[in-house]
Structures are given as C-alpha cells and as structure tokens.
C-alpha cells in the first residue's frame, strides 16, 4: 500500500456500521497524534453482522464514497463484518490505500504461540469465512475456533457495564465452546468488544491473549504511513469530525466511551444522502 507524501495534511477516513469504529479512532489519535480523522457511523443501519453480505457490500460502498468524498490519504474501514464483506470491492473504488481489521488482527494473533487461534465476531463475519481463510493463508493447518456473538454489538451500543449481569450471561454462553479449547490468542472480531474486553479476559484467563482487531489495525496503518513519509507532521493534535446517519446528539454521548474523548463536531448525514452519494 502506498500513500503519496504531499497528501500528508489531508485526512484518515474511518468508517462503521456504528460507535465501535470510534475504538479504532482512538487507537489512531494515540499512535498518530497530529492525524486529522473523519469518521462515519452508519448508526440507524446497526447491526450489520446480522445481514446479508450482499446488504454489506452495499452499506460498505456507500459508506466509503462518502468519505472519499471528504478527500482522505487513507481509508480504514473499521468495521470487520464491512471489511469481511466488501474488502476488495473498497479497494477497487476507493483510489487510495485502504486498510482492513481482519489482516491485521489475524496476523498479531498468530504470533501469541502455537496453539489455537479463536475469534469471536458477528455472524455475517463468521458466515463470510473472512478469518478462517486469513489464518489459513498466514498459518497452514493452524487450529482455528470460532464464535458468533450477534447480541454483543447492541449490548454495547446500549452503554451496558462490562459486569452487567445480562453481559456475563451472554458472554458465558456465547464462550461455553471456547473455554474448553482454551485458545493462545482470541481475537475480538468487532470493534464494539474491547469495551467489553475485561470481561472477556477474566472469562478466558490468563493463559488466553486477547487481540483488539480495531488496535491493530491503527498499528497497521501507522506503518503504512511511516514506511511512506505521509504522516502529518503538524504540532497540534489532529480533529476529529464524525458523522452519524441517526441522532448525533445520542451519537456524541455514547461515544465518548468508545472514543476515549469528548466529541465536540458529529454531524447528521442521512442514509437516502449515502445512497444518492452513491448513485
């Protein structure tokens, strides 16, 4: 992947069917302080792990030509069922480099040892063979498990505490399978989990490492950025500027959560826009 160095100034587009793209933002404004970030929440189309692939492919497309229109260096489209579903079709359209949450996620979960990889993701990233195919091309014959969690997404969405008994209750049955292969890494399949993740650790064990899909993504596109000189090299700290297709007001208050910050600019842009943008 390639960035030109003069585009250096110009904004990361990051997009998701909600809030929990705002864990990759966040990874992103650590890494990458001085980086402006122009991000896209799909909210009044959540979930988009229990559609169909085809829905996807579609949401993703607009999704991404909205924020091209926003003129970013680089794309991450921070949402893994998107990335499961339309990876390639996003990187045909976009023009600029585009960076995706399962690779990189699945390249770090390697690397934790040679035992079982597992992953918990919604159903339409489990359905789409996204991670198994991945950890077969970096790892041959790698044990891999995986676990679809469709309630997780909503649960978070809806501000839920990570020792909410409802929480412990779905995770334990959603992890009943996982606990007994006891995997190396489990990787969080979904940008929405590490809000959850501490439950998810104590549930697993030590024995167990975690990998945010989100984090390493943000890891990812900071090497890409520095392996091309394109990083901004401005003092100040970059903006963040959001966009949400449902209430932004609802949009700013819960994602400080997930954001790490307060978010100060989120605007309304609605789906019949994303999709005329499209047209």
């Not at 990458?32 to 829905?55: H, M, N, Q, W």
């Not at 794309?75 to 480099?97: E, F, K, P, Q």
């Not at 979904?190 to 959850?196: A, F, G, K, N, S």
């Amino acid at each position: 992947m390639k960035v030109d160095p003069s585009q250096r100034s110009r904004p990361i587009g990051v997009f998701d069917s909600g809030l929990g793209g705002l864990t990759v933002a966040a990874e992103l404004a650590e890494l990458l302080p001085g980086e402006d970030i122009v991000y896209l929440g799909d909210s009044a189309r959540v979930p988009y792990g229990i559609k169909s692939l085809e829905t996807v492919r579609r949401f993703a497309r607009e999704d991404a030509k909205f924020l091209l229109g926003m003129d970013p260096k680089l794309l991450v489209v921070a949402c893994n069922t998107a990335s499961a579903a339309a990876i390639d079709t996003l990187r045909d359209l976009s023009g600029v480099s585009v960076v995706d949450v399962i690779a990189p996620g699945s390249a770090e979960a390697i690397t934790c040892g040679e035992g079982p990889v597992g992953a918990v993701a919604t159903e339409a990233t489990i359905r789409s063979g996204a991670y198994q195919a991945t950890l077969e091309s970096l790892a041959p014959g790698r044990e891999v498990h995986l676990a679809a969690c469709p309630l997780l997404v909503p649960i978070v969405e809806e501000g839920r505490a990570e020792d909410d008994p409802i929480v412990t209750h779905v995770l334990c049955d959603y992890l009943r399978d996982m606990l007994r292969v006891r995997p190396t890494s489990l990787i969080l399949g979904c940008t929405h989990y590490p809000l959850l993740s501490r439950a998810i650790g104590k549930l697993m064990g030590p024995d167990t490492t975690l990998i945010s899909s989100g984090a390493a993504a943000a890891r990812d596109v900071a090497r890409v950025l520095e392996a091309c000189d394109a990083k901004n090299p401005q003092d100040a700290p970059g903006q963040l500027d959001c966009y949400t297709t449902d209430n932004p007001e609802r949009f700013a208050k819960l994602g400080e959560r997930f954001g790490r910050r307060k978010l100060t600019s989120v605007h309304y842009v609605g789906t019949d826009e994303l999709e005329l943008n499209f047209s």
